[in-house]
């Protein structure tokens, strides 16, 4: 991807085409920011940026050998260190150690990207510092991670840090617009609680939000009017669904943290899932603060009963009737 067909990180991206027009490119970069917001595709762009025989704009062409082949992985001095284990080890530092030593292959520079730095292990870290202290020309090493606390003091001082900010909710739109071909309408609503990362919206998608969504807001307000026989035919129900129950309380906290910010602020910018809120404002009415917040820790007592694996139905059983009793506290006319 070029520069120009990434959404989002305008900042950064400003500052490293600033850089390269300047043609002083520092010889280690530092991107921090939460996981999914870009900085590893930013890192590629501007590595193929470095490199691209036919620059235009301060861009990459997308065109020439170089760029293409290091769209497919084949380019010879983009070198990529990244594991799904815990850790990096020293031997992966090591590997690119004798390799910088020599001048890159083709390219104007070698560029070696480093995902997930935190997971380096000290003697690792301690590894890389030699180099970054005394850094072979013509090479640029690009540590990415969540956190600059999460490294050495002494790694985060030899490199320039640019620190990357969540996504804004229209830039995660885009993307899951783009992208994942999602409408207008669902990929707005998973944008608003991806907290700006794309990795969290995606997981949202996985996770099936907005079926889950759509079916737990119409148990709650099943719950809020129906008999008592009802009540506990949900909680079974509920109950049978194991890989959907961890997520849904997630849900409900959302819901119930928004309830309770709207209550303290009454700020509908603040508010998560606006449609929703609305929907449970109408059936809670005026509920008091109190009563939100018992109904948040008991989401959380029985997150933590599922997690210690109790039995399911019987927590379901617990969420509901604590549910139904916030309505009763409400008004106090109704009964079970
Ligand atoms: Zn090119």
């Not at 510092?129 to 020309?137: A, G, V």
């Not at 969290?200 to 998608?205: E, M, V």
């Not at 929907?279 to 210690?308: C, P, Q, W």
């Amino acid at each position: 991807m070029a520069f120009r067909d990434i959404i989002g990180q305008e900042r950064a991206i400003r500052a490293l085409k600033k850089i390269v027009d300047r043609e002083e490119v520092p010889h280690a970069f530092l991107f921090s920011g939460l996981p999914g917001i870009g900085k590893k595709t930013v890192a590629f762009s501007f590595a193929k940026v470095i490199n691209c025989l036919n620059r235009v704009d301060n861009d990459c062409c997308e065109g020439c050998s170089a760029c293409t082949r290091a769209n497919t992985g084949n380019y010879p001095d983009l070198l990529l260190i990244e594991t799904s284990e815990q850790f990096i080890g020293i031997d992966a530092i090591r590997s690119i150690e004798e390799e910088l030593n020599f001048p890159p292959l083709e390219g104007r520079k070698r560029i070696t990207i480093i995902d997930d730095a935190q997971k380096m292990t000290d003697e690792a870290a301690n590894a890389l510092l030699k180099t970054l202290e005394e850094p072979p020309s013509n090479n640029l090493i690009i540590l990415i991670c969540p956190e600059p606390a999460m490294l050495l003091p002494t790694v985060v001082s030899r490199t320039c840090h640019l620190r990357f900010q969540p996504l804004t909710e229209r830039a995660v739109k885009d993307i899951l617009v783009s992208r994942q071909f999602l409408d207008d309408k669902n990929a707005e609503l998973i944008a608003r609680v991806s907290s700006g990362s794309v990795d969290r919206a995606l997981s949202y998608l996985e996770s099936q939000y907005i079926n889950r969504r759509e079916l737990v807001k119409k148990r709650i307000l099943e719950i809020f009017t129906c008999d008592i026989n009802r009540l506990f035919e949900i909680a079974k129900e509920w109950g049978s669904e194991a890989d959907f129950l961890l997520d849904d309380i997630d849900l409900l906290k959302m819901w119930w943290r928004d309830l309770i910010v709207y209550n303290l602020s009454s700020d509908r910018k603040v508010v998560l899932d606006v449609e929703t809120t609305g929907v449970l404002e109408e059936h809670l009415g005026k509920t008091s603060y109190a009563n939100l917040m018992k109904n948040y820790r008991l989401f959380d007592t029985i997150y933590n009963d599922l997690m210690r694996r109790i039995n399911r139905q019987m927590a379901m059983e617990r969420l509901v009737l604590g549910l139904r009793e916030s309505i009763n506290e409400k008004d106090s006319r109704s009964t079970l």
